[in-house]
């Protein structure tokens, strides 16, 4: 079966730091694309970041360029997303996501894990 767990979440300061952590079973993460969205109350589903199998190659989006990093550890097969100068408007629940070289749509997601930036 496969899942994802996202963990790492929880409330920071205007500034802070978190990493979270996407862990896969019943997967490779270097098989599959990987990305990371989040969706605030109210708000449409954003997609961050993205990092491409094999190759590792990332993508960010312009709201997180620069204070975001993706990153993964097959050995662990965990991905990560180390989140920098966090903002409230950062505040989110956020979600990674997993879709095979082949496929076209992002197929398995994990639960979420909350986000919340105070000011």
């Known amino acids: 079966e496969v899942q994802l767990v996202e963990s790492g979440g929880g409330l920071v300061q205007s500034g802070g730091s978190l990493r979270l952590s996407c862990a896969a079973s019943?997967?490779?993460?270097?098989?599959?694309?990987i990305r990371w969205f989040r969706q605030a109350p109210g708000k449409e589903r954003e997609g961050l970041s993205c990092?491409?199998?094999?190759?590792?190659?990332?993508y960010y989006a312009d709201s997180v360029k620069g204070r975001f990093t993706i990153s993964r550890e097959n050995a662990k097969n965990t991905i990560y997303l180390q989140m920098n100068s966090l903002k409230p408007e950062d505040t989110a629940v956020y979600y990674c996501?997993?879709?095979?070289?082949?496929?076209?749509?992002?197929?398995?997601w994990g639960q979420g894990t909350q986000v919340t930036v105070s000011s």
């Open positions: 996501a997993a879709r095979g070289v082949s496929s076209i749509r992002y197929n398995y």
């Open positions: 019943g997967l490779l993460i270097d098989d599959y694309a």
């Open positions: 990092i491409r199998p094999r190759d590792g190659s990332t």
